[in-house]
Structures are given as structure tokens and as C-alpha cells.
Nanobody, 117 residues
Framework: QVQLVESGGGSVQPGGSLRLSCAVS????????MAWYRQAPGRQRELVAG???????HYIDSVKGRFTISRDNAKNTVYLQMNSLKPEDTAVYYC???????????WGQGTQVTVSS
């Protein structure tokens, strides 16, 4: 049973930065591809970025050049460094196993990111 715990969200002004963390427990983290998703109010959850077990990455166009996904297999953690944040980045951010498709139905609680002046 995989458990996903997201943290690191907060409220920032436009142009600010945040670093999200997702701690994974319950299985062998290093074999998993991982991804970050987000869900804004009134919208469907969307894929933001993914990282393979070999550290290959992909991003949606709206965050390319601003967000960086990374992983630390020794800490069973995947990160999302978010720079130059915009109001449209406001959402609850979640992580899940899988490179482009979430493989676990049991989502974590997510972490709220609010970008506003």
C-alpha cells in the first residue's frame, strides 16, 4: 500500500517561489515513475509534471521554464520547485505514481498553493 503525503504549499505573491514535497511510503520508491497534478476550484485535476525512475522529465506547456520536478530516492521524496508563480497556478497540488497517468486511486490530502497580490 503506497501512501502519498504532500507538503510545502502556501500563499505567495505573483513572481514568488515555492517548493513542494511529496513523501512516498509503503513500497520501493526508486522503481516508480512519479508525477505532480493540480486541481483549481471548479476545474478538473490536471497533470503538471512527471519524472521517470530514470529522471526523465516532462511538463505541461504552461509551466515549462518555471517549474522543475526532481526526486531523491534516498529520501523517498519527489519535489516540485515552482518559480515565477502566477495567479493561474493557484490550486491544490497532488502527487501520484505514474509518469503521465495516475496509478493509485488513493490520493493524498494535497497541498494548497495560492498566488495572489
Amino acid at each position: 500500500q503506497v501512501q502519498l503525503v504532500e507538503s510545502g504549499g502556501g500563499s505567495v505573491q505573483p513572481g514568488g517561489s515555492l517548493r513542494l514535497s511529496c513523501a512516498v511510503s509503503g513500497s520501493v520508491f526508486s522503481i516508480y515513475d512519479m508525477a505532480w497534478y493540480r486541481q483549481a476550484p471548479g476545474r478538473q485535476r490536471e497533470l503538471v509534471a512527471g519524472i521517470s525512475r530514470g529522471a526523465r522529465t516532462h511538463y505541461i506547456d504552461s509551466v515549462k521554464g518555471r517549474f522543475t520536478i526532481s526526486r531523491d530516492n534516498a529520501k523517498n521524496t519527489v519535489y516540485l520547485q515552482m518559480n515565477s508563480l502566477k495567479p493561474e497556478d493557484t490550486a491544490v497540488y497532488y502527487c501520484n505514481v505514474g509518469f503521465t497517468t495516475p496509478l493509485y486511486d488513493d490520493w493524498g490530502q494535497g497541498t494548497q498553493v495560492t498566488v495572489s497580490s
